[in-house]
């Protein structure tokens, strides 16, 4: 599902989506009074009416859906007058618990063939990198700080014979039991094989739990000659020793040169954060887009945020390419609500106070505007947390909507670029080159500093346009030009923790 929609000229202030819905958006900020149409709707506002929340077209009746999108949002909660604002307080989700599903696919569109090549990295295992970069992974907390350390002098030292040389602590790696350990060692391991570190510095301080022989176990054989180890404890001098093996490694790293590559050697990480009114309107569809585009090229898209699908997951469903895909579809889904019910919480405990400032109303709201990012493209695999892409297509990968978790699960999946959407606006930055697009011009203007690309005139300009400038601006940051976060040194992980700390 992507939304599809045309700007009238002679009255931009609403903007009804779908022929079903029975709300429009507003565009700009409603007046109390003001007389407003919509095709052959006439409405006058009962009230102020932010931009990005919904105004009410027709009469609904309490209990009854309200829809947008062509899709059931929530329930209201009391009648609703044609020109009323509809939000929290007078709709509700209708999301409950876990549900049963049925396996009916729909047909599927063929997908847009994009002949366009970016220059990247071409690795030894046939993957392409973005970046050709030094990652220094800690293994445990304790050693974090000593990371940034070793790669604040090591930066100094070989200045551009790399793309950057980057720690990236956490707090993780001991006190930890069970398979928390393991999703902590198993997504270290991933990030260590990614194709954009031409170099990996797993630096442990040797009495944690999360033990370097076990993790350097989880890289596959063929990776490990660009990884060096360092036990902290081990050595007299932690930070000489570092920086000695990093310049091991930089030696072998730099080596290597910018080649073409085409589109379809790019793996999109698919996030958005900070939704707001507009995220599933500009941003998220152009995504969806860029997601076609990349798939249809031969390459892979990764769709996570489990929880802010909740409500739409149906159309993801749908569009499994197997029975096999399928019922991994549903067990991650009804497995994730099942985490939120077993910890006494709501499985529609979203959207966020930034979202409902925005204008989302409820999770079915916010979950149809998200998974347009995942285009029109077959489920091809789903995938649990710290695993890495196993195909080409569409992937479903298992995380939470935490930005930070998330972004740094679609890195560790192996995301050569993240193309994060975001109608409040956040600088965080993460392991592989992350844009930032806004879903309104506001935004865009306002924080120049963290985004990198305004999907606001889509409203105006329809998608097309738009599109092949996104595309434009995913291939130059493809081929090595910063991403707003890089420039601001904004780069870090996070770990999903789910078990107890000792």
Known sequence: MQASFALSADMPALLHLHPRDNVAVALRAVAAGEALRVGERRVVAAGPVPHGHKIALAPIGAGADVFKFGWPIGRATAEIAPGAHVHTHNVETRLKGLEGYSYEPAPTEPLPQVDAEFLGYHRADGRVGTRNEIWILPTVGCVGRTAERIASLAAARHGQAVDGIHAFPHPHGCSQLGSDLDSTRTLLAALACHPNAGGVLLLGLGCESNQLDDLVAEIPDALRSRVRTLRAQGVDDEIEKGLALVDELVSLASIAERRPA???????????????????????????????????????????????IFGAEHLLMARARDAGVFNRTVALVNEFKRYFLESGQPVSENPSPGNLAGGITTLEEKSLGAVQKAGQSPLADVIRYGERVRHTGLTLLEAPGNDAVSSTALAA?????????????????????????????????????????????????GPGAVAALLLDRILAHASGEPTASERNDTREIAIWKRGVTL
């Open 413 to 461: 999946a192996g995301a050569t670029v993240i193309l994060f959407t975001t109608g409040r606006g956040t600088p965080l930055g993460f392991p592989a080159p992350t844009l930032k697009i806004a879903s309104n011009s506001e935004l865009a203007a306002r924080k120049s500093r963290w985004i990198d690309f305004d999907a606001g005139p889509v409203l105006a300009e």
């Open 262 to 308: 085409s589109l379809g050697e790019l793996v999109l990480g698919l996030k958005c954060g900070g939704s707001d009114g507009f995220s599933g309107l500009t941003a998220n569809p152009l995504v969806g887009r860029m997601a076609d585009a990349v798939v249809g090229a031969g390459g892979s898209a990764v769709l996570t945020e489990i929880p802010e």
